[in-house]
């Protein structure tokens, strides 16, 4: 059975963000999830973010990357890590083998909270604002553990040559 398009649909519930992430979720969100953590991160009433992977069937790298972005800027901002929610094993599985459980706090079920509505575009950006978002992604990953950086370290240096060409 194929996968569903990814989606990612948010919530802002006096300054507790819901992000969920619904069926396949690629790059191709990157950007449009970073322009919402940018204003989200820069908002005065910011709190807390609870990560919704309940409904998600597949991340990619990227995505998995921004995450790991995401969490490391609240640690920044709010001396703590986020909540991620994730019930499918398999999402579960590569979360802790990358480390994620270093930089959230992991729970296998939600209590009561806002339902997002508002779906996140993918938008029009550029080649260069992709790939950019792209090599940011894994150079965050490989920052994380000396494995993330052993299993990202040729693509990146792939990306990085790429991005000044």
Known sequence: MPMLKGRIIVADQEGTHVIKFLGDVRLTL???LD???DNMFNSRYFKTILIDLTEAEGIDS?????LAKMSIRMKKKMGFVPTLVSINDNITRVLLSMGFDKVFVFVNHL?????????LSPGQFS???VQEKVLEAHRTLM???QKNHQE????VDVLEHQCTI
């Open 111 to 119: 209590a009561a909270h806002a339902e997002p509505k508002e779906e």
């Open 127 to 129: 080649e260069l604002t």
């Open 143 to 145: 920052s994380m553990n």
């Open 30 to 32: 990157c950007p449009a």
């Open 152 to 155: 990202f370290k040729n693509l």
């Open 62 to 66: 990227t995505t998995l990357g921004m």
């Open 35 to 37: 322009q919402y953590l």
